[in-house]
């Protein structure tokens, strides 16, 4: 009959293991988990920085204009104003269009659209001839400033996009208005 002996191996993974293999295989486990978050962190890249503006954006941005789907925007409303079932511009709104315009030129911007704005008062077709006709006049005030009136696209909107609550004589002011945009930059 043979007689077998345990024999101690450090490396070697049994049920009851010695207790120095043990605590090196805890050991040997935890640097494991807490390297492996480290080496993923070292793989992954971080997002790229977004490009840096370009000189027509800071002037964009400094007029007052943002970015949306189709270009930026600048809102004209409480500077360029119309009164009710009026056309005409104040000396201040040709003063404020005369500023943009200026800005836009001296950085190359000569292509723009400008959308005229009514309140809910009046017809659908009535309101949409008033915009038209709010969106000519920004148009020419532009172009004595050195736009190109064949740069300049003129649109109606109506009533359709108001920015305020046409319910009350300050809402339907705001939205008696002119939009300006610029699609590319």
Same mark, same amino acid.
């Given at each position: 009959?043979?007689?077998?002996? =345990?024999?101690?191996?450090? *490396?070697?993974?049994?049920?009851?293991? /010695?207790?120095?293999?043990? /605590?090196?295989?805890?050991r040997t486990?935890?640097? =494991?988990?807490?390297?492996?978050?480290?080496?993923?962190?070292?793989?992954?890249?971080?997002?790229?920085?977004?490009?840096?503006?370009?000189?027509?954006?800071?002037?964009?941005?400094?007029?007052?204009?943002?970015?949306?789907?189709?270009?930026? /925007?600048?809102?004209?409303?409480?500077? %360029? %104003?119309?009164?009710?079932?009026? =056309?005409?511009?104040?000396?201040?709104?040709?003063?404020?269009?005369?500023?943009?315009?200026?800005?836009?030129?001296? %950085?190359?911007?000569? #292509?723009?659209? %400008?959308?005229? /704005?009514?309140? *809910?008062?009046?017809?659908?077709?009535?309101? #949409?001839?008033?915009?038209?006709?709010?969106?000519? +006049?920004?148009?020419?005030?532009? +172009?004595?400033?050195?736009?190109?009136?064949?740069?300049? +696209?003129?649109?109606? #909107?109506?009533?359709?996009?108001?920015?305020?609550? *046409?319910n009350n004589?300050?809402?339907?002011?705001?939205?008696?208005?002119?939009?300006?945009?610029?699609?590319? +930059?």
């Amino acid at each position: 009959m043979t007689r077998r002996t =345990a024999v101690f191996r450090p *490396n070697e993974l049994s049920p009851h293991p /010695h207790p120095q293999a043990r /605590h090196s295989q805890r050991r040997t486990l935890l640097c =494991a988990l807490l390297a492996a978050p480290l080496a993923l962190a070292a793989c992954s890249t971080p997002p790229p920085p977004p490009p840096p503006a370009t000189p027509k954006q800071d002037a964009l941005r400094g007029l007052g204009f943002t970015p949306a789907d189709d270009g930026w /925007h600048l809102d004209l409303g409480g500077r %360029v %104003v119309f009164a009710h079932d009026d =056309a005409t511009l104040s000396p201040d709104a040709l003063a404020t269009i005369a500023r943009v315009a200026q800005v836009l030129l001296g %950085v190359g911007i000569d #292509r723009i659209t %400008v959308e005229g /704005h009514t309140d *809910n008062q009046g017809g659908p077709d009535y309101n #949409r001839r008033l915009s038209e006709r709010r969106a000519e +006049v920004v148009a020419q005030a532009l +172009v004595t400033q050195g736009f190109a009136m064949a740069n300049i +696209v003129r649109r109606g #909107r109506g009533s359709a996009r108001p920015i305020a609550d *046409n319910n009350n004589d300050a809402g339907r002011l705001q939205n008696r208005r002119a939009v300006l945009i610029v699609s590319s +930059v």
